[in-house]
């Protein structure tokens, strides 16, 4: 019997790795992309600084990759290695016994006042064709019929595409070298150059203006298209894209005035490069709709998903959000992933607070206020997880969405407290956001933002205010502190609407047909009730209303579900089979797995679900990653589908 998961036993949460006594300054990787045996293939060139003198080894994070030989850079000699057991989580330890400082580097002499020594070290290695960050999209399941690869390090799987120390706070300058077949494209970070051999195309992509965590190195290879797609300032939006979407995510972001509103958050919190006059580019790149979703983005670009193309708000919502996330990403360094929530809830924080006129219209504000209730109350984290996660067997990408919505909330808690958006934010300008330019501590924990906000306000008059906080419980303690839920209480005229006993438009008739914040945010109010069963005239009123001729995936998601929780299949199965369907045209986990579940869950569909799932023909556009979801919902194995 396998055994559970422990976190690895060392100071530094979810990593086997010690940078504070050997640390990687500067990552070089040279990789061959084979497509056909789903594979990154080449080596790794490690600079790495000795911290401690009477250490004389290498710790790094892996996890299901094949390591060859291991040697000194500069002489060829060979470095003794081990590796530890897997762990299905976190992977395993490499343990590399450090070379020679004078075989390694002849040139350079310690200082015996400074023990600092620095080594190459060059690991020859592949990646594992099951590797749980490299999504391989085959031919047939692109809108092209090109082969797709996108990585997902997904916080702490980093290091299942390069051997690394997959921590946030081991920041180094990068460089790659990528070969691919002639023809496609590339994405890395780092300024880019390409240069053909034989029948290959070699890029080189250089990152020495700011360094980067493991988890924020990405790769994207396939036939994208790049194309300028808006500017404004000396901000410019780059669309990546197969080209199928190219015509539709350009008109998306011009009718939503995407870079307006960017422009204008990126005034209002001082979001500059170091040289304020360089044209700072956002790129946007365009994910195929079987692809998961992202949940964490990178410094210099953000990943939609496409089937928000067709959404207003709802793609502003999701766009500019990540953006903001990739730009705090750049000024806020986090110590480890228990300080999630300085980032995630920062960044939804930060594009919902009304001092940034986001938005004109405040009703949308309200659906947005609306839209964070609705998010934390329906996770069944709230119950469980703290704030600042004490379970370090779970990994950081199971709470990302929860420490978003408590994050957020807590910001705005703190907000409301110390006198509004106005000053809060100039804390944030001044006291947070600025700290990644300190030389002796640039990392940002739970404990500092407490000291920096302690530090501000309490020369404002509000230290009876700091003291009777409730830090203990909002930090360390699941669900809310009591005194917060009062101020929670603002969807009754949706209740109102469902105690009817005869269904009527006066509430939903108001619903600006536009605005897809409302309505997905009733939707999930709806969805969201326990023990309420809507009556099949209010959910044909429902349909009549928001239904007709619409296209965004959503708000389609939220309706089949809504009419499956309250067991309206319609005449002929209708919608069990538009269930279906959905779930065929858009297969990331976000809409497959709810859906099939629900399917699962009612007794009258879940043979149904069954038999739809093993009859899948081979071609389907699913993922590995989505099927095997799929398949222990439904508790069939993979090979009942064969």
Same mark, same amino acid.
């Given at each position: ?14 990593? *086997? ?45 892996? *996890? ?52 600092? &020594?620095?080594? @190459? ?8 064709? @099951? ?161 998961? &979703? ?71 504000? @309200? ?116 005194? *917060? ?91 069990? @089979? ?12 976000? *809409? ?51």
């Amino acid at each position: 019997m396998d055994q559970p998961s422990q976190p690895p036993a060392r100071d530094i949460p979810y990593s *086997y790795s010690r940078p504070d006594l050997v640390a990687v300054i500067h990552t070089r990787l040279e990789l061959s992309v084979n497509f056909d045996d789903r594979v990154l293939e080449g080596k790794a060139i490690l600079e790495i600084e000795k911290k401690e003198s009477t250490c004389n080894e290498l710790v790094l994070d892996t *996890y299901g990759l094949e390591i060859g030989d291991v040697t000194d850079y500069h002489t060829g000699v060979s470095l003794t290695k081990a590796i530890d057991n897997h762990d299905d989580k976190f992977g395993s330890k490499l343990i590399i016994e450090l070379p020679n400082v004078d075989s390694s580097r002849p040139w350079i002499v310690a200082d015996p006042k400074n023990p600092e &020594e620095i080594y @190459e070290i060059q690991i020859k290695y592949k990646t594992s064709p @099951e590797s749980p960050a490299l999504y391989w999209i085959e031919p047939h399941q692109t809108s092209d019929g090109i082969p797709l690869l996108i990585s997902n390090s997904k916080l702490t799987y980093a290091r299942a595409i390069f051997p690394c120390q997959d921590t946030p706070s081991n920041r180094t300058s990068f460089h790659s070298k990528i070969y691919i077949p002639s023809g496609l494209n590339v994405m890395m970070p780092g300024a880019r150059s390409m240069d053909k051999v034989g029948d290959q195309d070699v890029y080189t992509f250089l990152q020495f203006l700011r360094n980067i965590a493991p988890h924020e190195i990405y790769i994207i290879v396939g036939s994208l298209i790049v194309q300028e797609v808006a500017s404004i300032g000396n901000l410019r939006c780059n669309l990546w894209t197969e080209n199928i979407y190219l015509n539709e995510g350009t008109w998306a972001i011009h009718k939503s005035k995407i870079m307006t509103m960017l422009s204008n958050i990126k005034e209002s919190y001082h979001f500059y490069n170091k040289d304020e006059e360089e044209v700072d580019e956002v790129n946007v790149c365009v994910l195929p709709p079987n692809v998961p &979703e992202f949940d964490m983005q990178y410094p210099d670009v953000t990943f939609v998903s496409s089937t928000l193309l067709e959404g207003h708000y709802s793609l502003i919502d999701t766009i500019v959000q990540n953006i903001i996330e990739s730009w705090i990403g750049r000024s806020v360094v986090i110590e480890n992933f228990t300080h999630l929530w300085l980032i995630k809830g920062l960044s939804t924080f930060i594009y919902r607070n009304p001092i940034n006129n986001i938005i004109d219209d405040g009703g949308i504000r @309200e659906f947005l206020k609306i839209k964070g209730i609705n998010n934390v109350l329906n996770m069944p984290e709230l119950h469980t997880d703290s704030l600042v996660p004490t379970d370090l067997t779970k990994l950081p990408m199971n709470i990302i969405k929860y420490v978003s919505e408590k994050g957020c909330a807590f910001l705005n808690y703190l907000q409301n407290m110390l006198g509004g958006s106005q000053v809060f934010t100039g804390f944030l300008v001044g006291g947070v956001l600025p700290l990644h330019r300190s030389i002796d501590n640039p990392f940002l924990t739970t404990d500092r933002f407490k000291i920096l906000l302690n530090a501000f306000f309490s020369v404002n008059g509000k230290d009876q205010i700091l003291n009777n906080i409730d830090w203990d419980k909002w930090f360390n303690e699941p669900d809310f502190p009591p005194s *917060y839920h009062n101020p929670m209480i603002i969807r009754s005229r949706w209740q109102r609407w469902v105690e009817q006993e005869t269904a009527c438009f006066d509430t939903i008739k108001n619903f600006d047909q536009f605005n897809d914040f409302a309505i997905i945010e009733f939707l999930t109010y709806l969805l969201a009730l326990p023990n309420t069963v809507l009556t099949v005239d209010k959910l044909q009123k429902i349909e009549d209303t928001f239904l007709r001729n619409q296209e965004i995936c959503e708000i389609r998601f939220l309706w089949l579900r809504l009419c499956i929780k309250n067991r309206w299949l319609d005449d002929n199965r209708r919608i069990f @089979e538009d269930a279906i369907n959905f779930v065929s045209e858009y297969c990331m986990p976000k *809409y497959a797995c709810p859906i099939i579940r629900d399917l699962y869950n009612l007794e009258e569909t879940r043979e149904l679900a069954k038999i739809w799932f093993v009859n899948q023909l081979d071609n389907s556009k699913m993922l590995p990653e989505t099927i095997n979801e799929l398949s222990n919902i439904l508790g069939v194995t993979l090979d009942d589908r064969e």
